[in-house]
């Protein structure tokens, strides 16, 4: 039987191993000691679980929760979002809807509503004119501009990857949820049963760092992780790396599950996760820092060049994409489509 080689064991790679390992032997390599990425459910000192990031799985696809419920049960939650954009002590729905823009300072609630008169267009270069063709230069100002600059280190004029963006345009509404999909989650459970799932029958290495150097010539391999190490190139590219800072309390209902700060705090964002782990009296709460050694954003808009025929990028990393995790299992699925075809034909 045939041996594919997955490199990256998060969300990507546990699901190309689960889509490909009735047909051939999978030997999945991860740099980590545990499967998952950022999506691995984690407990701090006092037992309590949480993510690294909210993960709430988005899909209105049948299919894909056929398989998560195989695992352990998702059940609907509604996943709510906030964003300060002077770290006041006030919030604001995200996106945007009719109840956020009445709770603004006065100033900004008329300059944005003569800016929404003009405003409308969907299309553009780059994420700054995307964002003031939509809703106006005065939003634009105010809550995307050093968001961009903070979570991608690039201004947004200099961001020309612009459809993952799309999705977060709406009109302004009585209520918008974060994502347009019904939104899911492993309540009391977390997400490590998933990738055991995932990986049942597959030779699983963990703590295990691979190049492509590591592999025989016409070997069929997957990298799911950052390209620019896998290609062994001389010049790094511009991956983005996370850290987290992590505390408990005591869950606040009354707050959205993660809120965004777009302003010159050293953090991007918060996430508390009471609402996801019920059976705890605390809550873990997360903030996101873009100066450390996790996961990372990948450089949007990289070209990747095939120089082999049996090596394939998949994943954010990989494909250097802004996937959520719906779609990074939908891309893994007709990856693997496509390598089946592949070894039928040959």
Same mark, same amino acid.
């Given at each position: 039987m045939k041996t594919i080689h997955i490199v990256g064991g998060g969300i990507t790679g546990c699901f190309l191993a689960y889509f490909l390992k009735d047909q051939f032997k999978v030997d999945l390599y991860e740099a980590k000691d545990k499967l998952g990425g950022l999506c691995s459910t984690e407990y701090n000192m006092e037992g309590i679980p949480y993510q690294k990031g909210s993960h709430v799985f988005y899909t209105d696809e049948a299919w894909i929760l056929d398989i998560l419920n195989k695992a352990v049960e998702f059940v609907p939650v509604e996943y709510l979002v906030g964003i300060n954009p002077l770290f006041d002590?006030?919030?604001?729905?995200?996106?945007?809807?009719?109840?956020?823009? #009445? *709770?603004?300072?006065?100033?900004?609630k008329e300059a944005i509503? *003569?800016?929404?008169?003009?405003? %409308?267009g969907n299309t553009a270069d780059n994420l700054e004119d995307l964002v003031t063709n939509y809703y106006g230069k005065t939003i634009y100002?105010?809550?995307?501009?050093?968001?961009?600059?903070?979570? *991608?280190?690039?201004? %947004?004029?200099?961001?020309?990857?612009? %459809?993952?963006?799309?999705?977060?345009?709406?009109?302004?509404? #009585?209520?918008?949820?974060?994502?347009?999909?019904?939104?899911?989650?492993?309540?009391?459970? %977390?997400?490590?049963?998933?990738?055991?799932?995932?990986?049942?029958g597959v030779n699983v290495h963990l703590n295990s760092n691979v190049s492509r150097y590591d592999f025989a010539e016409g070997e069929t391999v997957i990298c799911t992780g950052r390209v620019d190490y896998f290609m062994d190139r001389?010049?790094? *590219?511009?991956?983005?790396?996370?850290?987290?800072?992590?505390?408990?309390?005591?869950?606040?209902?009354?707050?959205? #599950?993660?809120?965004?700060?777009?302003?010159?705090?050293?953090?991007?964002?918060?996430?508390q996760f009471g609402k996801f782990f019920p059976q705890h009296e605390k809550n873990i709460i997360v903030k996101d820092f873009t100066d450390g050694e996790e996961e990372a954003i990948p450089p949007l808009g990289y070209k990747i060049s095939p120089f082999n025929s049996n090596i394939y990028f998949a994943g954010r990393q990989g494909s250097?994409?802004?996937? #959520?995790?719906s779609d990074c299992v939908k891309q893994a699925s007709v990856l693997a489509a496509q390598i089946k075809h592949k070894e039928r034909t040959k």
């Open positions: 002590l006030r919030y604001y729905n995200f996106p945007f809807d009719k109840y956020s823009l #009445d *709770l603004m300072p006065w100033h900004w509503r *003569l800016d929404l008169q003009k405003a %409308g100002e105010i809550f995307y501009k050093s968001y961009f600059q903070k979570m *991608l280190n690039f201004d %947004g004029a200099q961001i020309h990857d612009i %459809g993952w963006f799309q999705k977060f345009l709406r009109p302004i509404e #009585d209520k918008v949820n974060y994502f347009p999909e019904k939104a899911y989650f492993p309540v009391e459970e %977390g997400y490590n049963k998933v990738f055991a799932y995932l990986t049942r001389e010049e790094r *590219l511009p991956y983005i790396k996370f850290s987290f800072d992590v505390d408990s309390a005591m869950y606040a209902a009354s707050k959205p #599950d993660t809120v965004i700060f777009p302003n010159h705090t050293p953090f991007i964002s918060i996430t250097c994409q802004m996937l #959520d995790m």
